[in-house]
Nanobody, 115 residues
Framework: QVQLVESGGDLVQPGGSLRLSCAAS????????MGWYRQAPGKQRDLVAR???????NYADSVLGRFTISRDNAKNTVYLQMNSLKPEDTAVYYC?????????WGQGTQVTVVS
């Protein structure tokens, strides 16, 4: 089993920045890809960004140019730097990791963007 613990969610004004972190622990074999998803009230959980072990990334169109995902393989940690935040970025952000083909999820961290 792999445990994921997120941190960094907060309340911020539009235009502000936040950095989310997610650390994986437990019986880790070799995490292939890690990512961030988000879910706003009444909406489905959507991909925000993913980073593969070799460093390849992909992003949702809505966050391109504003968010940056990175990972530290030695620490089994993934980060999400969020800049120029907008009210529509408000959601619970979930960390995801894939190890031996199994998906693992964190408990979520709330990001609220409000004036």
């Amino acid at each position: 089993q792999v445990q994921l613990v997120e941190s960094g969610g907060d309340l911020v004004q539009p235009g502000g920045s936040l950095r989310l972190s997610c650390a994986a622990s437990g019986s880790i074999f070799r995490i292939s890809d890690m990512g961030w998803y988000r879910q706003a009230p009444g909406k489905q959980r959507d991909l925000v960004a993913r980073v593969f072990r070799g460093g390849t990334t992909n992003y949702a169109d809505s966050v391109l140019g504003r968010f940056t995902i990175s990972r530290d393989n030695a620490k089994n940690t993934v980060y999400l730097q969020m800049n120029s935040l907008k009210p529509e970025d408000t959601a619970v952000y979930y960390c995801n990791a894939v190890d031996l083909g199994v998906n693992y999820w964190g408990q979520g961290t709330q990001v609220t963007v409000v004036s």
